[in-house]
């Protein structure tokens, strides 16, 4: 260990910070990454027996909803550990802290908040279907957050399965530079072994062995030999690219050493311009093993580069890198909260840098407020172990803390903020009212909890009906929540027909002038504001102040900005929030006893309203990417019925004698589509949808929106 690693490292740490990893497991839908999250928790000797997604016993998936539904809901963290038996790390233990993440777009906020604090992660890949629409989307969360990344091919057993098809999909698809670390012995029901290109030698599993726990290392099969040394050669030579010393001996034709190669694919993954690929089954429990090894071996510890956070002083004035640190101060993130009915709220936490102890009093920069930490607690899914002290790189659970929401920073330093995550807005609302007096109340606690736990849940009242609003991600969201109020909460409620959360934008330049005057003896009001307003597609909401001469003076900028967001949360065609405009405070005058904030503000709501006006407002929907897998004699029918939807189809590809159908359809047009695909494919087909972009309503359908705007309670 270096001296400057043995600075950064407590001398109570139990595994030094650079034998720690922190990883995600994500990839789309029923790519199996619960199922590989159940094998490595076997393999290191988490779990003695491999719980099954099929049987409803998986360890990470722990609700009820997740087990009778066979789907993962809520991420799960859990603590493994791992030795690996040679190389830069020999017999050393090293902690593996794994979160199992949503694979279903509803939960995409379970995957961004996790993909925030983790230093690596594990993208899997079905070896039949390759790269799927939620691989694109978790692929781009993991380009979002820097986050350096392995890949896995699972179910390589499958019929069909393609192993270098889904690294050509990596390239092709996600334009990821991704390069086989193993390559196969055997595709479909003739997968039995591995080649590690790294060592050039193979492994055979012991047919004898079920559970995959031996396997035997010789020489690579002679009718194999050729395509691994292609394969090999092909990864020394990416490697080149990002390591000097083992270009300048590739050059020279000198052998490289497995270490030379090893050290060279960690660097080239960390530089996040690599992506290195294993086969495997985890069903079938084949390749787990050496995909441990690979994420001791080439994905990040909290002490590397890649691994330091983004953090702003002075009230976001200066910017600073956090980097892990036993001996620093305290920081960390709240980066996901859970009601649990035994501890009450349990805050899950990532510390940055310091070391956490039992009794500790952090400081919350947003609240302004010092919360204590009352308990600290190791994660195993559901189970949990006490411990005193959390250091730096740790993702544990905290208790005792009492106003904090998702993404709020805790610290020892008053004046630092951590980059909080980022989450989409809820696409979709519905109302919800309880059956009785008695559920009026434990309805109120219950969407309030939920609220706080989840960020893409939104929780409002339609000022006209009085009705309880709760928008989401999509209808299996919502029936989720639903059905959690029931069940956590024994709350007995109706749900209205779901609601699209339609948006409104302007199409042409305009200006507005808001004035607030008001006089009534005594001490007046008044407020004259004047901005131009103009389209900015993809921006969201930009207000500019190009107040010059003091025309409006400086405390009175702030008031105006909040009145024209505010004025823009209701557009002007049929009430729904207004997005993608620049709006440039150009002009106004004040009085110098007669204004006020409250005057200004007034005056920034008026001059929205005219500009939007006069700008062209038009209505948007939600487009959603929808991808059905349907066997091919029955595309027909499936595509007839996307086009009746308003759907465009985008695409169309067969592989392993099923139809991949891409098409961009009105998310007004998708409800009910689970049961109708089912029908029309005899129950053979399956679908997945998320969020595409916002486009206009055609005015056919904006007549009957905004007939209807009065009573749609969608105001998110």
Request: proline share 5%; with cysteine.
């Amino acid at each position: 260990m270096s001296a400057t690693l043995s600075t950064l490292n407590s001398p109570n740490r139990k595994f030094p910070l650079e034998h720690t990893r922190n990883i995600g497991i994500a990839a789309h839908i029923d790519a199996g990454k619960t199922t590989t999250t159940e094998r490595i928790l076997f393999y290191t000797g988490v779990v003695h027996k491999m719980g099954e997604v099929h049987d409803g016993n998986a360890t990470t998936d722990w609700m009820e909803q997740e087990r009778e539904r066979g789907i993962t809901i809520t991420a799960a963290a859990i603590s493994a550990g791992w030795k690996t038996k040679e190389g830069h790390f020999a017999g050393i233990d090293h902690r593996i802290n794994i979160i199992d993440t949503p694979g279903h777009v509803d939960f995409t906020a379970e995957v961004e908040r996790s993909l925030r604090v983790l230093d690596g992660a594990v993208a899997v890949f079905c070896a039949v279907a390759g790269v799927q629409p939620q691989s694109e989307t978790v692929w781009r969360q993991m380009n979002k957050y820097s986050v350096p990344r392995v890949a896995f091919v699972n179910k390589m057993d499958r019929t069909g399965a393609d192993f270098f098809g889904a690294v050509d999909d990596i390239r092709q698809k996600l334009k990821g530079n991704a390069h086989p670390l193993y390559i196969p012995i055997g595709q479909g029901e003739a997968f039995r072994g591995l080649i590690d290109l790294v060592k050039n030698v193979a492994y055979v599993y012991d047919e004898a062995d079920p559970k995959g726990m031996k396997f035997n290392q010789v020489d690579i099969p002679a009718d194999q030999k050729d395509e691994a040394k292609k394969w090999r050669d092909g990864l020394i030579e990416a490697l080149a690219d990002f390591d000097d010393a083992l270009a300048a001996k590739y050059l020279e034709g000198q052998e490289v050493t497995v270490d030379e190669i090893r050290t060279g694919v960690r660097k080239a993954t960390l530089s996040m311009n690599f992506v290195g690929v294993i086969p495997g089954s985890a069903f079938k429990n084949k390749g787990v093993q050496m995909l441990l090894d690979c994420v001791v071996d080439y994905l990040p510890a909290p002490v590397d580069e890649t691994s330091a956070i983004r953090a702003f002083k002075d009230d976001g004035a200066s910017e600073i890198k956090i980097a892990a640190d036993d001996g620093a101060k305290v920081t960390g993130l709240c980066f996901k909260l859970w009601s649990d009915p035994f501890v009450g709220q349990l805050v899950f936490f990532r510390v940055y840098r310091g070391q956490l102890k039992k009794g500790d009093s952090l400081y919350n920069p947003r609240t302004r407020r010092n919360e204590r930490i009352s308990r600290l607690l190791l994660l195993r899914a559901m189970d949990r172990e006490e411990i005193d002290v959390a250091f730096s790189g740790d993702i544990c659970a905290v208790v005792g803390p009492k106003d904090v929401v998702t993404g709020d920073t805790l610290t020892l330093e008053d004046d630092l903020v951590l980059e909080p995550p980022t989450f989409a807005d809820p696409v979709i609302s519905m109302s919800i009212e309880p059956n009785s007096k008695a559920d009026q109340e434990r309805l109120g606690i219950g969407l309030q909890r939920l609220a706080q736990e989840d960020p893409t849940f939104r929780l409002s009242t339609n000022p006209e009906t009085g009705q309880t609003i709760i928008s989401g991600m999509g209808e299996l969201h919502l029936e989720i929540i639903v059905d959690r109020l029931k069940r956590e909460f024994k709350v007995e409620a109706k749900s209205g027909k779901p609601q699209i959360s339609y948006r409104e934008t302007i199409t042409i330049p305009s200006e507005g002038v808001g004035k607030f005057i008001r006089q009534s003896g005594g001490r007046g009001q008044y407020g004259h504001a004047e901005i131009k307003l103009e389209p900015s597609p993809g921006k969201g909401q930009e207000v500019v102040n190009e107040i010059v001469g003091g025309v409006i003076p400086k405390e009175y900028i702030k008031p105006t900005t909040e009145g024209i967001l505010e004025a823009a949360n209701n557009g002007v065609v049929a009430g729904y929030p207004v997005i993608d405009f620049t709006a440039r405070i150009v002009f106004g005058s004040f009085h110098e006893v007669d204004s006020n904030e409250m005057a200004f503000k007034m005056a920034g709501i008026f001059a929205f309203k005219e500009a939007m006006k006069e700008a062209k407002p038009i209505l948007l929907e939600p487009i959603m990417k929808v991808e059905v897998v349907t066997p091919e004699e029955y595309q027909g029918d499936i595509m007839g019925d996307l086009n009746r939807r308003r759907g465009q189809i985008q695409g169309m590809e067969t592989k392993a004698g099923a139809c991949n159908i891409n098409a961009l359809v009105p998310l007004a047009e998708m409800f009910g589509y689970a049961t109708d695909v089912r029908s029309l494919s005899k129950g053979r087909a399956s679908y997945t949808m998320e969020p595409s972009n916002f486009a206009q309503v055609p005015a056919n359908i904006l007549k009957q929106v905004v007939e209807t705007s009065s009573r749609a309670p969608a105001r998110t």
